[in-house]
Structure formats: C-alpha cells, structure tokens
C-alpha cells in the first residue's frame, strides 16, 4: 500500500508489549504515528498528531479511556475512536459509543477481528464485537428513551478523581493538572457534596464502579 495513502493511526494502552503487538498488526496497512501508555498522553498526542483513528483501552492510568474519547472527541471531532479491551461489560460498551466510539474490540476476539473493525472504522462504518452485540444491544433497549446517561460530575472533577483514587496526592494532582493544591480540594469536597460520600473510601468507590481505576 502507499505509505501516503495509509490511514494514520494513534495506540494507546497501558501495557507497552500490548500497544508493540498492535503495531506490529497494524503496521503492514496502516501508518502509526505513535504509542502512549496512559490517557493524557492520549489526549496530548492526538492534539499533536491529529490521527485518522485512536486506538486505546477503557481502563488506562492518568485518565481513563471514556474520558479521554470523550475529549478528543470533543477538540477533534473527525478522529475515529476504537476501544481495544478485556472489559465486556455491555454497559461500559454502550457508554463507549455514547462517548463518541465508532468501534469497540475485546482483546481475546483475535487479530483478524481486529484489522478488520480498525478498516471498517476507517471507512465510516462502526464495529462492535460478536462477542457482545447481543448482550449491548439488549442493554440499550432496556434504557429509558430518555436516559441520557446524566453525569454526576464534571469532566474536571472526573480527572481529579481519578487521580485521587490511583494514590496520588494533592499536590501531585495539581501538578499533573497544572493547577493549585486549593482547586484540587475545592473539586474534592464538591464531589463529595455533590455525590453524598463523606470518606475517601466511599470516593474510591464511586471511581471504582465508574470504570476510572480498576480493581
């Protein structure tokens, strides 16, 4: 294939061997631009290389998947989104494309699975797993017609929280965020007005069963 015709690729998993395999998959068809490991750098690196497709897991240090889709979703509109993943959770499936995903691959489907949801993608199409259609699409028909998935925080108050629940301090937060030890405690304590949680513990919770951090 023409190297200039190629469609240009970003990978992004936690695990740095996983994202190499990608590569190595990918690379005979499509032009990979890079490989991050955590979702702010995702999020940093598809800003500098505007990629026709983002290829990255739900769970992902940082930031999670969801949220950085959601941001490069919302800063790039045209970059396609494919969720590379071991979580089959029909739920978090259905958030994905309600993110902004175009495709959703469990990592156990195969590598010929893959390459064919990433050209799909490619082409404008969107792709969901066989292994859990049925089950995503019998979750969505269960949802209210209304439902739309309200959040209860906001996409800055996602991000602190997150890091909170990987251990981080304050200071570390407001560091990485680029912003004051005040602002992160200011976010923290609204949260917990917001979501009635009154300890840490019941904060690492939420972040838990929100898919932030894995357990």
Request: aromatic share 6%.
């Amino acid at each position: 294939m023409d190297r200039k015709s190629a469609a240009r690729l970003l990978i992004a998993d936690d695990y740095r061997l996983v994202a190499e395999a990608c590569k190595e998959m990918l690379q005979p068809e499509f032009d990979i631009v890079g490989i991050v490991t955590d979702g702010r750098s995702l999020v940093q690196a598809a800003l500098e290389f505007k990629p026709d497709a983002a290829i990255m897991d739900v769970s992902m240090p940082h930031l999670n998947g969801l949220d950085a889709a959601e941001q490069i979703k919302r800063k790039l509109p045209s970059v396609k989104i494919v969720f590379l993943t071991v979580n089959a959770d029909p739920g978090i499936a259905a958030e994905a494309f309600q993110r902004g995903a175009s495709g959703y691959v469990l990592k156990h489907s195969g590598a010929e699975e893959f390459v064919t949801a990433i050209r799909k993608v490619i082409a404008g199409q969107s792709y969901l797993s066989p292994l859990i259609a049925r089950e995503t699409m019998t979750y969505l028909l269960r949802q209210p017609k209304d439902d739309r998935k309200k959040k209860d925080i906001t996409p800055r108050q996602s991000e602190i929280l997150q890091l909170l629940a990987e251990g981080r301090a304050m200071k570390e937060v407001a560091d990485i965020l680029d912003i004051t030890p005040g602002t992160v405690a200011f976010h923290k304590y609204n949260m917990m007005e917001r979501l009635s949680i009154t300890t840490n513990a019941g904060l690492l919770m939420y972040a838990l069963k929100h898919h932030m951090i894995s357990a």
